[in-house]
C-alpha cells in the first residue's frame, strides 16, 4: 500500500481535537428560553423582575388555553385592553398553541393544542407597558390540564400540592360557556365550578388576598332567544358566588368572554380586555392593624426603633 492510499483511508471524525475539555462548549452561544416556563424558570424570572401571578383553573375543554392565546393573538396587531406589548420569554409557546387556530394549519376550523397531564405546571410570560402611564407590567400565567384540577375537586386535600392557587394573586375559575348553554349539561357545569371553588376554599389552598374570577367563555353560543334560559341560569350563578365569597378574599368578580367565535357573529377577543385589565391591576392586599410597639427599657431596643425609624 502506497503513502498516498494510507492517508486516503484515514477517517476525519475519528481524529482527536486539539481543544481542551470544556472548550467546545463555550463556543456555544446560549439562546434566550422562548417555550412555556417550568416552576424554575418561572422563580428565575420572579428573581428578575416582580410579576403578578394568574392561575387558570378549568375542567377539560373549557376554554383555558384559548383564552390567553387570544391576548397573544391581539397584540400582534396592536395595543390591546390599553395595554402595548413589550416582552415575552415563551413566544414559541403562545405560538405552539395559537398555530392550530390559523390559515396556515389548513384546519376545518380553528381549534387549539391540548394541554396534557404529563406536561405539569407551566408558565406563559407577558411583558405589557401601559400606553398611557408607561408602566410596565408582567404576567405569568399558569397552564395546567384540567384533569388535574377536576381530581383535586373531588380530594381537596389534593389542591394543596397545587401551588399556584396559593401563590396567585388571581384566580379565574373558567366556565364552559357551551355547556351551560345546554340543558342536559348546565347542572353538571355549574356544580363543577362551584365545586371547585368550594373545595379549593374550604382547604385553604387560595389565598385570602387573592381575586377570585368566574370567566364564562364562549358566550356567542349564548345569543339568541333559546339562550334566554341559560342567560338567566347563569346571572343567577354569578349572584349566589359572589354573595358566598365576597367576604373571603379581597375580591370576587364575574366576566363574561367570547375568545373566539368561529361564524364571525362577534368579534375577537369579545369581553376579554377587561379581563386581562383587572390581572394588570391586581386588588390591593388590606394593611393590617398598626402593631402595638411594648415599653422599651434599655438601650438596645431604643437603638432598634432609631434604626427603624431612619430606614
Not at 395559537?98 to 407551566?122: F, I, N, V
Not at 401601559?130 to 386535600?157: M, W
Not at 368578580?253 to 383587572?278: H, I, N
Request: aromatic letters at 8%.
Amino acid at each position: 500500500m502506497t503513502d498516498i492510499e494510507e492517508k486516503s483511508d484515514v477517517d476525519v471524525f475519528e481524529e482527536t481535537s486539539s481543544k481542551a475539555p470544556g472548550d467546545e462548549d463555550r463556543d456555544w452561544v446560549r439562546l434566550p428560553r422562548c417555550d412555556l416556563l417550568s416552576i424554575e424558570e418561572a422563580d428565575e424570572l420572579l428573581r428578575w423582575r416582580p410579576a403578578t401571578l394568574v392561575a387558570v383553573v378549568g375542567e377539560r375543554k373549557s376554554g383555558k388555553t384559548t383564552l390567553i392565546t387570544e391576548i397573544y393573538e391581539r397584540f400582534l396587531r396592536g395595543p390591546f385592553a390599553g395595554q402595548l406589548f413589550c416582552y415575552s420569554q415563551t413566544l414559541l409557546g403562545f405560538e405552539k398553541k395559537s398555530y392550530p387556530s390559523r390559515a396556515d394549519s389548513r384546519a376545518d376550523k380553528p381549534d387549539t393544542a391540548r394541554t396534557s397531564t404529563q406536561d405539569g405546571l407551566r408558565f406563559f410570560h407577558l411583558g405589557l407597558v401601559s400606553s398611557s402611564a408607561s408602566q410596565r407590567a408582567d404576567l405569568l400565567i399558569t397552564e395546567r390540564a384540567g384533569e388535574v384540577y377536576r381530581n383535586a375537586r373531588d380530594r381537596p386535600a389534593e389542591s394543596k400540592t397545587l401551588m399556584e392557587l396559593a401563590k396567585a394573586r388571581t384566580v379565574v375559575f373558567i366556565l364552559d360557556g357551551e355547556r351551560v348553554g345546554n340543558d342536559k349539561t348546565r347542572a353538571e357545569a355549574f356544580a363543577s365550578i362551584r365545586g371547585m371553588i368550594r373545595a379549593f376554599s374550604d382547604a385553604g389552598s387560595i389565598s385570602v388576598g387573592a381575586e377570585i374570577q368566574l370567566v364564562t367563555t364562549k358566550v356567542d353560543l349564548l345569543s339568541g332567544d333559546a339562550a334566554a334560559e341559560a342567560l338567566t341560569a347563569l346571572s343567577e350563578f354569578e349572584d349566589r358566588l359572589f354573595r358566598s365569597y365576597s367576604g373571603r378574599f379581597a375580591k370576587v368578580t364575574y366576566w363574561r368572554t367570547a375568545a373566539r367565535d368561529p361564524k364571525g357573529q362577534m368579534e375577537p377577543a369579545w369581553g376579554v380586555a377587561p379581563v386581562l385589565q383587572s390581572w394588570v391591576d391586581p386588588p390591593r392586599l388590606p394593611r393590617g392593624p398598626t402593631p402595638v410597639i411594648p415599653k422599651l427599657d434599655d438601650e438596645f431596643d431604643r437603638l432598634l426603633l432609631r434604626r427603624g425609624q431612619s430606614a
